[in-house]
């Protein structure tokens, strides 16, 4: 986990689907959160893979919405 006053980086959990439904879609890749919950579950449960969120101060994963907006700032990729 990486962490400074902004945001933290953190490991995905499935309660992120909704959030990185949203991003994918906004980044050409529609996605609806239970397609998006179903892939991050298999990433998850795959060996050596990782699935990283920059999480607000609020304990939300944040998405382009917020950083666009001026939010909590962070990246997720």
Do not use: W
Not at 5 to 25: E, H, K, V, W
Not at 36 to 59: C, F, G, I, W
């Amino acid at each position: 986990m990486i962490q400074n006053t902004d945001f933290l980086i953190r490991q995905a959990t499935s309660g992120d689907a909704a959030t990185l439904s949203r991003l994918t879609t906004d980044l050409g890749y529609p996605s609806t959160s239970d397609e998006t919950a179903d892939r991050l579950r298999k990433t998850l449960d795959t060996p050596n893979h990782q699935v990283m969120v920059a999480e607000s101060p609020d304990h939300e994963a944040i998405d382009r919405r917020k950083v666009a907006a001026g939010g909590d700032g962070g990246y997720i990729g």
